[in-house]
Nanobody, 122 residues
Framework: QVQLVESGGGLVQAGGSLRLACVVS????????ISWYREGSARRREFVAA???????HYAEFATGRFTLSRDTEKNTVYLEMVRLIPEDTGVYYC????????????????WGQGTQVTVSS
């Protein structure tokens, strides 16, 4: 069973940066994508970004240009670097393993981490 542990969240001022990490308990090579989702005040979990072992990565429109994914295959870890944060980025960020890309849609699996809180103050 795949287990994921997120870390790196915190409280930052608008314009600041954070680097989130997602450690996956299994070899990430065979998995489809490792993705990040977030859940804000609307309690709706939305897609943020996804990457797979080849380095192929995709971003939601709001993340493009501000968020960057990277992965360390030896450590089975995926990182989400976030810069120029705005209050609307506030939420719980979740990692998902074995996410499937279906056309323009993203289909998360049942493999979720516990989430890490990101709070951006104005």
């Amino acid at each position: 069973q795949v287990q994921l542990v997120e870390s790196g969240g915190g409280l930052v001022q608008a314009g600041g940066s954070l680097r989130l990490a997602c450690v996956v308990s299994a070899n990430i090579f065979p998995l489809n994508y490792i993705s990040w989702y977030r859940e804000g005040s609307a309690r709706r979990r939305e897609f943020v970004a996804a990457i797979r072992s080849s380095g192929d990565s995709h971003y939601a429109e709001f993340a493009t240009g501000r968020f960057t994914l990277s992965r360390d295959t030896e450590k089975n870890t995926v990182y989400l670097e976030m810069v120029r944060l705005i209050p609307e980025d506030t939420g719980v960020y979740y990692c998902n393993a074995d996410t499937v890309k279906y056309g323009r849609k993203w289909l998360p699996s049942d493999h979720w981490g516990q989430g890490t809180q990101v709070t951006v103050s104005s």
